[in-house]
């Protein structure tokens, strides 16, 4: 790394659409530059699990009292790749695949987008962070110094999903078929386009991947010779 690289930090975001190969490459390009790694989409994800395991998913979307109190007794803290619930380890069970299919109607809600628009704003205030989600470019950093917008074919990502759930469980058995991952990715995409609170959109000024053909490696050399050229201007 040179001088340079050294002194600047800035704040790389990459948002993209489900299982486009944003966290391993953001986990990794974080590693290689010495940065903080920021998984946004966790935080989501702890929220829909608080919210499945009460059983409070519909009542969520249709009373805003209820919601604002349901927020207020929420913590979500992130510690390096460990995510926290309420002082709750729950980096495991945020992957379940019920929490998948439900983070989108608790995405979608402005008041929990508010309140957790507030802590990523804070973990990137001293930059030098990797930032992933699907609106980091546009509404949480948009002044990020480097903002990449990942794309994949849905059949490629649902590929990668399924060897994820088969390597994952204990007896090789991903307990969904690749044409059911298929069809939830597109439905997915669906929604964090779709919805009226900060929509999945590619910010203009951010720079378009299509990772379908690229392995994991490349993904990661192509953004750091992208922050490396922007670290030195
Ligand atoms: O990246 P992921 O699949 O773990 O994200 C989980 C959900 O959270 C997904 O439905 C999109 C949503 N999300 C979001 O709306 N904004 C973010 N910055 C990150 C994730």
Known sequence: MS???V???IIIAIDGPAASGKSTTAR???KQLGYTYINTGAMYRAVALKAITKDVVDRLQSDEQFLAEFLLNTQVRLEGEQVFLDEKDVTAEIYDNTVSNAVSQISSLKKVR???FDSQRQMGWHKGV??????????VFPEAELKIFMIADAHERAKRRYKELCEKNPDG???ISLDMLEQEIRQRDEDDRSRSVAPLKKPLDAKELDTSHLSIEEQVERIAQMAGEVIES
């Open 3 to 5: 001088e340079a690289q």
């Open 173 to 175: 058995n991903p307990g």
């Open 7 to 9: 002194k600047k930090k």
């Open 114 to 116: 508010e309140k957790l």
């Open 130 to 139: 990797v930032m992933d989600g699907r609106d980091i470019g546009s509404v």
């Open 28 to 30: 990794l390009l974080a």
